[in-house]
């Protein structure tokens, strides 16, 4: 059993071994329940390193063929401070939006109140939950060619953000639900929105 809290940040590094292997590949998905999901993941070193943009490239990959808009590397196994996703960051932007990596991010609330919202993920499959999270935020990080990220983000884009980063410090979606009567299979959305989910949405967007 591998003990992921004890887990140096040069594991990763084993990769070098296998310098005939350069193609991008597609890893497994951890999920609800897995111990690397608990932990708080590690600093990186060295955000430029070589190994970083080898574990974005798999990630983007992995990402992609789940068709998911957001991954953080804990969910790959990888206890590392580095997420990526894909929103529109901003009004202009087309449906699809910008791919953006951050490598040891941090949030700051610029809020104190809290929207709902459906959230799903990777880790958490087959299920959406609605979630409170800060409408406004602010955050940091590196990518890796070193370029340092300073952001403000809003709706969408802010809940994105937040849903990836706690995946950095060992939480998932559910843990953030303060009603778990609004934790359903997606399927079931085909009998209607549950009026509690219904309500709590429409508040916040009274006020
Ligand atoms: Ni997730």
Redesign the pocket.
């Given at each position: 059993m591998i003990s992921y809290d004890k887990i140096e940040p040069r594991w990763l590094y084993r990769r070098q071994l296998k310098s005939h292997i350069t193609a991008m590949a597609i890893l497994k998905i951890a999920r609800m329940g897995h111990p690397v999901l608990r932990v708080r993941a590690h600093e990186v070193v060295d955000p430029r390193g070589p190994q970083v943009l080898k574990l974005v490239d798999d990630m983007l990959e992995t990402m992609i063929d789940a068709d998911?808009r957001?991954?953080?590397a804990t969910?790959v196994h990888v206890p590392l401070r580095v997420v990526i996703f894909q929103v529109p960051l901003d009004e202009d932007e087309e449906k699809n939006g910008s791919l953006t990596i951050l490598v040891n991010p941090s949030i700051e609330k610029l809020t104190k109140e809290v929207e709902y919202d459906w959230e799903a993920?990777?880790?958490?499959p087959e299920l959406i939950g609605l979630v409170p999270r800060c409408p406004k935020i602010r955050y940091h990080g590196t990518t890796p060619v070193g370029v340092k990220v300073d952001c403000i983000a809003e709706g969408f884009h802010a809940r994105v953000v937040q849903?990836?980063c706690d995946?950095l410090d060992g939480f998932?979606?559910p843990q953030r639900m303060d009603d778990m009567s609004l934790l359903l299979f997606r399927e079931e959305m085909r009998n209607g929105i549950p009026d509690e989910a219904r309500r709590l949405m429409e508040d916040v967007d009274a006020e």
């Amino acid at each position: 059993m591998i003990s992921y809290d004890k887990i140096e940040p040069r594991w990763l590094y084993r990769r070098q071994l296998k310098s005939h292997i350069t193609a991008m590949a597609i890893l497994k998905i951890a999920r609800m329940g897995h111990p690397v999901l608990r932990v708080r993941a590690h600093e990186v070193v060295d955000p430029r390193g070589p190994q970083v943009l080898k574990l974005v490239d798999d990630m983007l990959e992995t990402m992609i063929d789940a068709d998911g808009r957001g991954l953080a590397a804990t969910q790959v196994h990888v206890p590392l401070r580095v997420v990526i996703f894909q929103v529109p960051l901003d009004e202009d932007e087309e449906k699809n939006g910008s791919l953006t990596i951050l490598v040891n991010p941090s949030i700051e609330k610029l809020t104190k109140e809290v929207e709902y919202d459906w959230e799903a993920c990777l880790s958490v499959p087959e299920l959406i939950g609605l979630v409170p999270r800060c409408p406004k935020i602010r955050y940091h990080g590196t990518t890796p060619v070193g370029v340092k990220v300073d952001c403000i983000a809003e709706g969408f884009h802010a809940r994105v953000v937040q849903h990836e980063c706690d995946h950095l410090d060992g939480f998932l979606y559910p843990q953030r639900m303060d009603d778990m009567s609004l934790l359903l299979f997606r399927e079931e959305m085909r009998n209607g929105i549950p009026d509690e989910a219904r309500r709590l949405m429409e508040d916040v967007d009274a006020e």
